[in-house]
């Protein structure tokens, strides 16, 4: 089996997870801009973390023969830094463009301020321009409404609803989501978002129609395997194959192509595990056996 | 510097039959507008933008293409460009900024916010360009990258290193290139600047893998040239009573090299693998070059 896991922030992770990801099968991944855990204070600590999204953390997950690829935007808990903000809003255009990037994300809304709006509807605008699809990270606290509020502007500026991929719902939000044309993504993250028994209760009732499972797995306690486990529950408990390929596979991959960004003739193919790869698709093994991840 | 409109014809022929209408035309204007004069952050823009027309895979670059390659600039070596290095390296050239100060200027700042290729391409691109001490920081930066991709850009195929980093520069850059398992044959002009600082780094990374119980890297050998003395020489003698077949050979080049080609005979007749053995014997009259060590790896050029 093949997975995707469309959100995951594998800046936190280690080799051993790469490792355990691409032997459970996971294949492709999408790493989000999102908030670090500690709050920045320079337009530096942006311009690096979003270059290690297009660079180094690329590099670090090819090494595993998975595919990455990132979003880049500015998360809503940090749009509340106001002066910063401003910013990192005029950062966005600079890496937003770049090759491997899906979407303009994870944007949205935290606490549901005026400035997390202002920021939702600048990057907004910015992906209407460009053609670009938007992910949106739905709060912890009043998630219902902020949904909502995610969706009624997006479509307000203009935002095709198939561009627009709604994370972290829940059985209390995946109604409006779906209703609205755009794509539910759920996170399968212990303790405060959905559990893969849940999962596979929302899979039954709703079948695949759109619906996205992740793992959003990052520097909390969280678990870069939630796909395939969850994936496996599915088939334990009775779903048919089919659907888990479809929410653990092909909608993701549905999804975010329309980016024109991801090569989808490549992913398809077997991985290419090649340490000292020249390029994405074509790994150049050159008789000398390459060492893993060989710090220099 | 090269001629840039050579080059870029060059780049022309290339392309043809990778892009269809729309990316071609994309390019045309793209260069037309560089030419105009564009600001940094749209120059960066239009790098970025290339990857919308062509994805980032091997251009396979002809034969001839090579050859034509190395008249436009001695030792360069295309082999391993991909398509979008084609295009943007075409942007870059299209610039006519490029013996000014603001040519470098925007330059770097596209590499300050480049991503894994267009960092690959920039470094493909500095050895055609003009005030080549502009650039000189930054091709260190690249050989300092974890990227491995981004170092064999700037390490391999590529005449800026040997033409214009200092000792130390140069050294970090073989020895890391052993290190990683890069592909030293290709790291351009490595014949001409070995040295007895660089055979010893090499003979005491040897030592160190052999103290780890670790198969020395064969192409490390190709370090040593004359140089290293009798040390180099016990080395290599060790390295030829060994269990490697690779070792072996690069090892016999390596004597080859260090003078001591007449010891070849000999130990032709005492090798165990046929190809080894044959190798051995056409090494013995001259004196094998550096891309003499890539058919020790038994390996075709990407
Ligand atoms: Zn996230």
Redesign the interface.
């Known amino acids: 089996m093949k997975y995707f896991d469309p959100h995951i922030h594998l800046t936190s992770r280690t080799t051993d997870d790469l490792e355990a990801m691409a032997a459970a099968g996971i294949r492709a991944v999408i790493e989000p801009a999102f908030w670090i855990g500690q709050p920045r204070t320079r337009i530096g600590s942006y ?1 690096d973390y979003f ?1 290690s999204l ?3 953390e ?2 670090r997950a090819s090494q595993f023969g998975i595919a990455h690829y990132c979003t880049i935007g500015l998360n809503s808990k940090e749009a509340n830094n106001e002066a910063l903000a401003e910013e990192v809003l005029n950062l966005v ?3 937003a ?4 990037v899906v979407a303009i994300g994870e944007i949205g809304f935290d606490e549901i301020t005026a400035a997390e709006e202002h920021a939702y509807r600048v990057q907004l605008e910015f992906a209407v321009q460009n053609d670009m699809l938007v992910m949106v990270h739905s709060p912890h606290r009043d998630k219902k409404r902020g949904i909502q509020l995610s969706i009624e502007i997006a479509r307000e500026m203009g935002l095709g609803m198939e561009k627009l991929i709604i994370d972290h719902n829940n059985e209390e939000t995946v109604d409006d989501t779906l209703r609205s044309g755009a794509w539910a993504a759920f996170t399968i993250y212990p303790h405060t978002k959905m559990d893969s028994a849940r999962m596979v209760e929302v899979v039954k009732k709703y079948g695949p129609e759109r619906i996205i499972v992740d793992s959003s797995a990052d520097w909390g306690i969280s678990n870069p395997l939630s796909v395939p486990e969850t994936a496996a529950l599915m088939e334990s408990s009775g779903v048919d194959a089919e659907t888990i390929r479809r929410v653990t596979w092909q909608n993701a991959l549905d999804a975010y192509a329309q980016s ?2 991801i ?1 989808v003739a ?1 992913l398809e193919a077997e991985a290419q595990i090649d ?8 790994s ?8 893993r991840s ?3 | 510097m090269s001629n840039p409109q050579e080059l870029l014809d060059w780049i022309d022929g290339e392309l043809g039959c990778h892009l269809d209408e729309a990316g071609d035309d994309w390019i045309r204007k793209a260069r037309a507008e560089v030419a105009g004069g564009v600001d940094d ?1 749209r120059f ?2 239009l790098l ?2 290339a ?2 027309q062509a ?4 251009a396979d670059i002809s034969s001839e293409g090579r050859s034509r390659a190395a008249e436009l600039l001695a030792g360069w070596d295309p082999v ?1 460009w ?1 398509v ?1 290095d084609l295009l943007r390296v075409s942007l870059v050239l299209s610039r006519d900024d490029l013996a000014e100060e603001s040519g470098p200027r925007a330059i770097l700042e596209a590499f ?8 690959c391409a920039l470094a493909r691109a500095l050895q055609f360009l003009p005030q080549p001490e502009a650039y000189l920081w930054q091709a260190r930066e690249c050989c300092r990258s ?4 981004v ?2 850009a700037m390490a391999c195929d590529n005449a800026f290193p040997a033409k214009h980093f200092d000792e130390v520069a140069w050294r970090a850059l073989v020895v ?1 290139a052993v ?5 030293l044959d290709r790291v351009l002009g490595l014949d001409n600047r070995l040295s007895e600082d660089l055979a010893r780094m090499a003979l005491d990374l040897a030592d160190e893998r052999r103290s780890a119980g670790r198969e020395v ?3 490390l050998w190709m370090c040593l040239g004359r140089h290293g003395g009798q040390r180099a020489l016990d080395s290599l003698e060790r390295e030829v009573a060994g269990d490697s077949v ?1 070792g072996r050979r690069a090892a016999a080049l390596a004597l080859s090299r260090a003078g001591e080609g007449q010891r070849l005979a000999a130990l032709a007749a005492g090798e165990s693998d046929p190809q080894a053995a044959a190798a051995l014997l056409a090494a013995q009259d001259e004196a094998p070059t550096q891309a003499a060590f890539r058919a ?4 075709p050029l ?1």
Do not use: H, Y
Request: glycine content about 8%; hydrophobic content about 40%.
């Open positions: 311009i270059s297009i660079g180094w690329r590099f255009p600079r890496f463009l770049k090759e491997g024109g960004q090569d490549a340490q000292t790869r020249t390029f994405l698709d074509n150049v093994l050159r008789g000398q056996q390459p060492e060989v710090k220099s | 952050g960066a823009q970025a933008l990857s919308r994805r980032r895979r091997a391993a991909s979008l300050r916010f480049g991503d894994v290729g267009e960092l974890n990227m491995n991709e170092f064999e890391k290190f990683i398992s890069a592909p890297q064969p192409l690779a020790v790896l038994d390996c990407p």
